[in-house]
């Protein structure tokens, strides 16, 4: 059964400092990889993803992620983190040996601080 | 272009009663997927639909939902016998299908409240 993890609730940053939001999955197969972010009363909307190729994704908004197969995770990370980018973060994964059923993790809420 | 709409964006019933929640996908999608979305969770799986046919449905907790996409377009998730514990944000999705052209796009959600 495929599944994925984040560890934390939330994870507090100084603007302009690096974030890293952690991710880690479990298929059976390949995975595929996404982030989505969630703004305060709008939909999830779509960061990044990794399908197949080089481990590191670059995605919107200056955020970037990389696949570490070995450890079987999927941080999602941002060199110079701003206000704006607080919000809820989902980190999902799909087997893709499976059907086109995806799992979302219980969400990570980053607030950036000025 | 339009994104996915869903219909209506909250619905306050009964315990007991019938709801319909209807999703209108991106033009074009193949793919349509529902999810249900409670307070401090993260999205959970319902049911997916390639073109008309549910290709996997395991998501649906009991025989209580149901949902169809009759023509491969727009799509309804029906509830029977609303408890309050189905109250929730409940999620559309539409996609291709293309192998590293799945990004899913979300709709607004319909916030379902079950007294």
């Known amino acids: 059964a495929q599944s994925v993890a984040q560890p934390e609730d939330q994870v507090n940053v100084a603007e302009g400092n690096p974030l890293t939001v952690k991710c880690t999955y479990s298929?059976?197969?390949?995975?595929?990889l996404f982030w989505y972010v969630q703004y305060p009363n709008r939909g999830l909307q779509f960061l990044l993803k990794?399908?197949?190729?080089?481990?590191l994704v670059k995605g919107s908004y200056g955020f970037e992620a990389e696949f570490n197969k070995s450890q079987t995770s999927f941080h999602l990370k941002k060199p110079s983190a701003l206000v704006s980018d607080s919000a809820l973060y989902f980190c999902?994964?799909?087997?893709?040996?499976?059907?086109?059923?995806?799992?979302f993790g219980t969400g990570t809420r980053l607030k950036v601080l000025a | 272009g339009a994104g996915v709409s869903q219909t209506p964006s909250n619905k306050v019933t009964e315990k007991g009663k019938y709801v319909e929640l209807r999703c209108d996908p991106i033009?074009?999608?193949?793919?349509l997927y529902w999810y249900r979305q409670s307070l401090g969770q993260g999205p959970e799986f319902l049911i997916y639909?390639?073109?008309?046919?549910?290709?996997?449905d395991s998501g649906l907790p009991n025989d209580r939902f149901f949902a169809v996409r009759p023509e491969g377009s727009v799509s309804t998730l029906k509830i029977q016998r609303t408890e309050r514990g189905d109250s929730a944000v409940y999620l559309c999705?539409?996609?291709?299908?293309?192998?590293?052209?799945?990004?899913?796009?979300f709709g607004p959600g319909t916030r379902l409240l079950v007294l």
């Open positions: 999705a539409s996609s291709t299908t293309s192998v590293g052209q799945e990004t899913q796009y």
């Open positions: 298929v059976s197969g390949n995975p595929y």
């Open positions: 990794y399908i197949t190729g080089d481990n």
């Open positions: 999902a994964v799909r087997d893709s040996t499976g059907t086109y059923k995806y799992i």
């Open positions: 033009s074009g999608h193949t793919a």
């Open positions: 639909f390639q073109g008309t046919g549910a290709a996997d």
